[in-house]
C-alpha cells in the first residue's frame, strides 16, 4: 500500500495564513493602485463636460457676456459691439415667446441669461440669449422649436433697457434670428433697429443688415465651450 502523509495542523494553518497574506498583499496593491492613479482620459472627458455644463451657473454674468463683443461689419472692418445691460431673470419661459417655451421645457432647457448690446454705430440693438441644457444633444433638439425660415419670432424675446438707446427695442421691432448650438448651451440673437421700427416697415431687407450678429453669438459659444485644463482639488471639477 502506498504511504500515507499527514500534514500538521500547525502546518496546513500556515499555509492557508500565508496564502491569505499573499491575496490581502496583492488586493491592498490594487485598492493602493487605484486610489493612487491619475484620472484616465475618459473621466478627464467627463469632468471636462460636467464643467461646461454648469459654467451658466458658476460664471459671473459679465464672463458670458463680456463688455463688448466683436465682429466683422458689413464694409469688412473689425468692429465692437457694447453691452448696455444683463437680465437678472434665468427662467426659460420669460426669455422665449410661448410658442417655443414648450419645446424648449421638453428638450430639457435649465435656464436662459438674456443680455443686450448695441452695435459699433449705435443703429442696430441685439439682444443674446444663452439656454443651458443638460447636454450637447438637448441643445441641439431645442432648435426644432423655432421656425426654420429664419424669421424672428416666434423666438427670442427682446430685451431693452429703459432710459438707454435700446428702450425702443419691443417685440414688434425685432427683425432677425440668429441661432447657434454650442456644446450644452443653444445662444440665441435677435435683433432690430434702434428706432423700434416693426420688420413689415422696411420693405425688402438687406440680407447683410444683420450679418454680423453671427459673430456675436459664435464668440459667446466658442467662450463657453473653451476647453479647460481640470483641476481634480477645485470644487467645480468631478473627476
Known amino acids: 500500500m502506498g504511504e500515507t502523509r499527514t500534514w500538521p495542523a500547525v502546518a496546513v494553518a500556515s499555509a492557508i495564513t500565508l496564502g491569505c497574506a499573499i491575496v490581502g498583499g496583492i488586493a491592498a496593491s490594487a485598492a493602493v493602485t487605484e486610489l493612487t492613479r491619475g484620472p484616465s482620459a475618459a473621466e478627464l472627458r467627463e469632468a471636462q ?33 457694447r ?40 443703429g442696430i440693438v441685439v439682444t443674446i440669449g444663452v439656454a443651458a441644457f443638460p447636454d450637447e444633444l438637448k441643445a441641439r433638439s431645442a432648435l426644432l422649436a423655432f421656425p426654420r425660415d429664419g424669421s424672428a419670432a416666434p423666438g427670442l424675446r427682446a430685451l431693452a433697457f429703459p432710459g438707454t438707446v435700446t428702450d425702443r427695442f419691443t417685440a414688434s421691432g425685432r427683425q432677425s434670428l440668429t441661432l447657434q448650438a454650442a456644446g ?9 433697429q434702434v428706432d423700434g421700427r416693426p420688420a413689415r416697415a422696411l420693405g425688402e431687407q438687406r440680407e447683410t443688415m444683420f450679418a454680423f450678429v453671427g459673430d456675436m453669438t459664435k464668440e459667446i459659444g466658442a467662450n463657453l465651450t473653451a476647453p479647460a485644463s481640470p483641476d481634480c482639488a477645485a470644487k467645480e471639477w468631478q473627476c
Not at 466683422?72 to 459691439?81: D, I, K, N, P, V
Not at 426669455?95 to 428638450?107: F, Q, S
Not at 443653444?186 to 432690430?192: C, I, N
Open 49 to 81: 463636460a460636467a464643467e461646461t455644463a454648469l459654467r451658466w451657473q458658476r460664471w459671473p454674468a459679465g464672463r458670458i457676456f463680456p463688455a463688448t463683443l466683436p465682429y466683422t461689419s458689413e464694409q469688412g472692418g473689425r468692429e465692437l459691439a
Open 184 to 192: 450644452p448651451y443653444l445662444v440665441m440673437a435677435t435683433a432690430g
Open 83 to 122: 453691452r448696455v445691460g444683463i437680465s437678472p431673470r434665468t427662467d426659460c419661459r420669460g426669455a422665449v415667446d410661448a410658442a417655443v417655451a414648450g419645446r424648449m421645457k421638453a428638450a430639457g432647457c435649465r435656464a436662459i441669461l438674456r443680455a443686450t448690446y448695441i452695435d459699433a454705430l449705435q
